[in-house]
Nanobody, 123 residues
């Protein structure tokens, strides 16, 4: 049974860093696009970053470019999101999601979701 489990969230001060991890079980990441999405209170879920399986192509939301880095370890079926220079507006529940290899990095393009991990950026 396919399962995505996120970890690494927590409370961090502004300009701090966190690394999120998502472990996929029940499949290998070789033939999918996998990504990170977030949802802040009162807001819609949005794409943060995705990485494709075919060429490792990455996409980032404009709001996180230059601060966040997505990476994938197919051997460990794990995808990471390194978040640096965090801002209060990055506060949200972060979800790992998986979709077809050609999908776009939007919530409607993903077929499987983890339960999320909360990131709070506050002093």
């Amino acid at each position: 049974q396919l399962q995505l489990v996120e970890s690494g969230g927590g409370l961090v001060q502004p300009v701090g860093s966190l690394r999120l991890s998502c472990v996929a079980s029940g499949l290998t990441l070789d033939y999918y696009t996998i990504g990170w999405f977030r949802q802040a209170p009162g807001k819609e879920r949005e794409g943060v970053s995705c990485i494709s399986s075919s060429r490792g192509t990455t996409t980032y939301a404009d709001s996180v470019k230059g601060r966040f880095t997505i990476s994938r370890d197919n051997a460990k079926s794990t995808v990471y999101l390194q978040m640096n220079s965090l801002k209060p507006e990055d506060t949200a529940v972060y979800y790992c999601a998986l979709g077809p290899v050609q999908t776009m990095c939007v919530p409607s393009g993903m077929h499987y979701w983890g339960k999320g991990t909360l990131v709070t950026v506050s002093s």
